[in-house]
């Protein structure tokens, strides 16, 4: 059986070389520390060599398309299960059971599940798998960066949706954000999901597994551009409205995604990442909430109203 870390061999100058020494600062939440040098301890369990910048892209879309399938079959059963006690007890299901419970089952079975499955799969022990992700207390620079990063990333994307709306098609529909913002009373709720089911579940999938995977055998750039190509597009299970306008959305959602890749890129570091994503979403929710309260009186509504088909959900 063949080790993870002899592709780096293969891989050329600007992959990750996993056999450099490493700071072991990250357990007191100094420098990152042993982030995915202890892959090194594990073999890849189908004994194939894993450096093929190919089998890369196709491992990395294989997750995505896995992660995105769960979700989907566990919303669904979920909501089944809803629906039946419904059923059964006479009862109208309250949003929480039949909209929010589902979402945030499937997120963590679903996303969790192939995230944990796929390294477990690889030989990664718990302590392994921790330090591989990179999850560790953020240093002071860090924690800037998660609670700052949000509103920079908010900012950006404000700047370039209003760009594309004077260009090209209005953004696809986002069906999970309009349901929430329909029923403001479980928006507190959400918002809690977005920092504690969303924020994590989705960056332990998306940067923590796929963007690392590909960085032991591509430079930087090119594994946050992959990581973000299987990011965007997955969202389009929860857009509604033509072609078009579903591939205007998905080409926004790049720009959170880069964002949320450069940054794990600097600080090999989970937790703010998934910090980022969460309050990303959850101050995205807030600024459509104002806007629906306050309606198009509001300067720059528009572009803030179209800035919601970005919230993934």
Do not use: W
């Amino acid at each position: 059986m063949s080790d993870p870390s002899e592709f780096d061999a293969d891989a050329g100058d600007g992959a990750r070389d996993r056999d450099d020494p490493v700071d072991t600062a990250a357990s007191d939440g100094g420098e990152p520390g042993e982030a995915r040098s202890m892959v090194d301890a594990a073999d890849s369990p189908d004994g194939r060599e894993t450096g093929s910048p190919l089998r890369t892209v196709g491992v990395a879309f294989g997750l995505g398309i896995a992660g995105i399938l769960g979700l989907l079959a566990v919303t669904t059963i979920a909501g089944a299960v809803v629906y039946l006690v419904s059923t059964v007890t006479g009862r109208e299901p309250s949003l929480l059971g039949s909209f929010v419970a589902p979402f945030v089952v499937g997120q963590v079975v679903a996303f969790v599940g192939v995230s944990l499955g796929y390294l477990r799969y690889r030989g990664l022990d718990r302590d392994a798998i921790v330090a591989y992700l990179g999850v560790r207390r953020p240093s002071i620079v860090e924690s800037v960066i998660a609670l700052i990063g949000p509103i920079l990333v908010i900012v950006t994307v404000l700047v370039v949706s209003s760009v594309v709306l004077l260009v090209g098609p209005e953004p696809a529909q986002n069906q999970g954000a309009q349901t929430t913002l329909e029923n403001p009373s479980i928006i507190p709720i959400m918002i809690v999901a977005m920092l504690l089911v969303v924020g994590p579940c989705e960056e332990l999938l998306f940067r923590g597994v796929i963007q690392s995977r590909a960085r032991e055998t591509l430079s930087a750039v090119p594994a946050i551009l992959l990581a973000a190509s299987v990011f965007a597009p997955a969202h389009i299970v929860s857009l509604s409205g033509g072609v078009s306008a579903m591939l205007t959305t998905i080409s926004l959602l790049f720009v959170p995604s880069l964002i949320f890749g450069a940054v794990y890129e600097y600080t090999e570091n989970l937790v703010v990442v998934a910090v980022m994503h969460g309050l990303y979403n959850s101050l995205l929710l807030t600024i459509g909430y104002i806007v629906i309260t306050y309606g198009p009186e509001m300067e720059g509504a528009g572009q803030a109203t179209a800035a919601l088909s970005l919230l993934p959900l």
